[in-house]
T-cell receptor, first 114, second 114 residues
Framework: GDSVTQTEGQVTVSESKSLIINCTYS????????LFWYVRYPGEGLQLLLK?????QKGSSRGFEATYNKETTSFHLQKASVQESDSAVYYC???????????FGSGTKLTVEP | DAGVTQTPRHEVAEKGQTIILKCEPV?????LFWYRQTKIQGLELLSY????????DGGAFKDRFKAEMLNSSFSTLKIQPTEPKDSAVYLC????????????FGPGTRLTVL
């Protein structure tokens, strides 16, 4: 089946430091999936952070970046300098082309310390 | 535009009861999803509707879970009978439809089954 793996359940980073949250995916489809990062800020609902639907391309939003790597089947989320306001739970997800169901990773809780 | 609304926000049920959760998608959206979120299983699809037609009913949840779209602007999720293992957060999401992949999530209903 189709699945997404996030290896870190929790990550703590000091403000202004760099961040990487790992995500790898697996699919039985012959088509390349569409990849997403969703985020849940404290007290808010789940919302889209960024998406990439073409293998090899990079998506970016709010200072975060993720590159779709079909060779390593990865879609790691990175930020050069985190802020306290980035503290949230981040979910990596995939969807098959022309089929909108999202398959989510288990989520990574990011805590940014002042 | 109003976002996705879900009611109630919290529900407490006794084992064996029937409960109905409600969802109003974003106006004009054609796709509607029900997901369940637990700490152990993460986010799992329960049902997926496209233009009110059931596209996927999340296999393992067929037994006691039934989602319906009564019209394009209202959906319900019935759990009958409830079991303690159904305690979770139930999320409703909607999206414009084919070719557009961002899903807009509601705040969720937290269900506790005693």
């Amino acid at each position: 089946g189709d699945s997404v793996t996030q290896t870190e359940g929790q990550v703590t980073v000091s403000e202004s430091k760099s961040l990487i949250i790992n995500c790898t995916y697996s699919t039985t489809s012959i088509a390349y999936p569409n990849l997403f990062w969703y985020v849940r800020y404290p007290g808010e609902g789940l919302q889209l952070l960024l998406k990439v639907i073409t293998a090899g391309q990079k998506g970016s939003s709010r200072g975060f970046e993720a590159t779709y790597n079909k060779e390593t089947t990865s879609f790691h989320l990175q930020k050069a300098s985190v802020q306290e306001s980035d503290s949230a739970v981040y979910y990596c997800a995939l969807a098959l082309p022309n089929y909108n169901v999202l398959y989510f990773g288990s989520g990574t809780k990011l805590t940014v310390e002042p | 535009d109003a976002g996705v609304t879900q009611t109630p926000r919290h529900e407490v049920a006794e084992k064996g009861q029937t409960i109905i959760l409600k969802c109003e998608p974003v106006s004009g959206h054609n796709d509607l999803f029900w997901y369940r979120q637990t700490k152990i299983q993460g986010l799992e699809l329960l049902s997926y509707f496209r233009s009110k037609s059931l596209m996927e009913d999340g296999g393992a949840f067929k037994d006691r879970f039934k989602a319906e779209m009564l019209n394009s602007s209202f959906s319900t999720l019935k759990i009958q009978p409830t079991e303690p293992k159904d305690s979770a957060v139930y999320l409703c999401a909607s999206s414009l439809g084919l070719g557009v992949y961002e899903q807009y999530f509601g705040p969720g209903t937290r269900l506790t089954v005693l």
